[in-house]
């Protein structure tokens, strides 16, 4: 990956995109995007252990992380704005009573669908869950409520398929979509695996309409594959009936300059957020995806789970080496621990939700 090619890309577009930044999903003038971490003794919202179904990769207290600070902060957005505190009952009986919700994406979308399940079933313990994953799809519902919180697992968003030259990304074709219709909250979130390369990439050649390509700029090539799906949902999607989110860009925490810490190699020993303006600034998949949604006609809404900024800030909040990759101790600056930050996600979910 050619990161000059990203700060220079980065830098042209944050001054077209400044003014419109401030501009999405944003109501009543109240930015709860922008604020701090704040400690509060009344965090984590649950306990993991009373989570039977969470994932050993992001349960890191099982897996002896030995600190447990990073569970007791809270995002506290700037003066003057109300922030609802999650309530599991009321989002199950008010909001997703006889509706379905769907995160589509990654392994991202993964760790906030897995906080969900867990802040749902948590704060109802009682109630009857069941849980059926079949190929890429998981549901978990609620029988008693009609309600499912569903995870299509879909890197790219965009298409990949075998042809006779191999395996191709699609950058202009969403088929796989159909899974998607008639969902009454979709939540989209594509980023990490942009960066594979080697090994780690499942592809062999990008494609758009009949031209080939055996690379290309990473970041060109996830703005064309976004604006393909901006073109889905406006199709597809009536956006007067079903929700439609974007997560917004999951940040890792992999180089300590990033934070202004250079002699830190990645997330590891971290165990407080960062309290200052972050140092690495605007992050530059991020331009692309206010770009992508700002050129969506006005009638169709997204709204973007502006979750990056406040993310980044959040440098204590991986597994690192309590991830549960076993004796290996492998190193995860990329996902999250649960409980932790995409709980915080779910409440700003729940917060745009209770706006509709």
């Known amino acids: 990956m050619d990161v000059g090619s990203f700060a220079i890309r980065a830098a042209l577009l944050v001054v077209s995109l400044a003014v419109h930044h401030r501009g999405i999903a944003r109501g009543g003038?109240?930015?709860?995007?922008?604020?701090?971490?704040?400690?509060?003794e009344a965090y984590p919202l649950y306990d993991a252990s009373r989570c039977p179904f969470i994932e050993k990769e992001f349960d890191c207290l099982k897996n002896r992380r030995p600190d447990r600070d990073y569970l007791k902060y809270r995002w506290q957005p700037k003066a003057g704005c109300k922030f609802p505190r999650f309530d599991g009952g009321h989002f199950l009986a008010?909001?997703?009573?006889?509706?379905?919700?769907?995160?589509?994406?990654?392994?991202?979308?993964?760790?906030?669908?897995?906080s969900?399940?867990?802040?749902?079933?948590?704060?109802?313990p009682q109630a009857?869950?069941?849980?059926?994953?079949?190929?890429?799809?998981?549901?978990?519902?609620?029988p008693g409520y009609g309600a499912k919180?569903?995870?299509?697992?879909?890197a790219f968003l965009?298409?990949?398929?075998?042809?006779?030259?191999?395996?191709?990304?699609?950058?202009d074709s969403i088929k796989g979509g159909d899974l998607w219709k008639g969902i009454d909250v979709l939540v989209f979130n594509t980023w990490h695996w942009w960066l594979h390369t080697g090994r780690k990439q499942p592809w062999k050649f990008i494609q758009v309409g009949?031209?080939?390509?055996?690379?290309?700029?990473?970041?060109?090539?996830?703005?064309?594959?976004?604006?393909?799906?901006?073109?889905?949902?406006?199709?597809?999607?009536?956006?007067?009936?079903?929700?439609v989110f974007f997560q917004g860009i999951s940040p890792d925490h992999m180089n300590g300059s990033d934070w202004g810490e250079p002699n830190a190699r990645n997330c590891e020993g971290q165990k407080d957020p960062f309290f200052k303006t972050y140092p690495a600034g605007h992050h530059p998949?991020?331009?692309v995806v206010e770009k992508a949604i700002g050129a969506m006609p006005k009638p169709v809404a997204v709204h973007l789970l502006d979750v990056t900024a406040l993310s980044q800030l959040r440098k204590d909040g991986h597994p690192s080496v309590y991830g549960g990759h076993g004796e290996h101790r492998a190193m995860d600056c990329t996902h999250w621990c649960l409980a932790g930050v995409p709980d915080t996600w779910n409440e700003l979910l729940y917060a745009a939700l209770l706006r509709s």
């Open 128 to 142: 009857n869950y069941s849980l059926v994953r079949t190929g890429e799809l998981s549901t978990f519902s609620f």
């Open 94 to 114: 008010q909001i997703l009573k006889g509706k379905s919700i769907m995160f589509v994406g990654d392994s991202l979308s993964l760790n906030q669908w897995q």
């Open 210 to 243: 009949n031209a080939r390509y055996q690379d290309m700029d990473r970041l060109v090539a996830y703005e064309k594959a976004l604006t393909t799906w901006a073109k889905w949902v406006e199709t597809n999607v009536d956006t007067a009936k079903t929700r």
């Open 285 to 287: 998949a991020q331009i």
């Open 29 to 40: 003038g109240c930015d709860l995007y922008k604020g701090i971490w704040v400690r509060d």
């Open 116 to 124: 969900l399940t867990c802040m749902l079933h948590v704060a109802l």
């Open 158 to 171: 965009v298409d990949m398929v075998s042809t006779s030259h191999g395996v191709a990304l699609m950058l």
């Open 149 to 154: 919180v569903m995870f299509s697992r879909n």
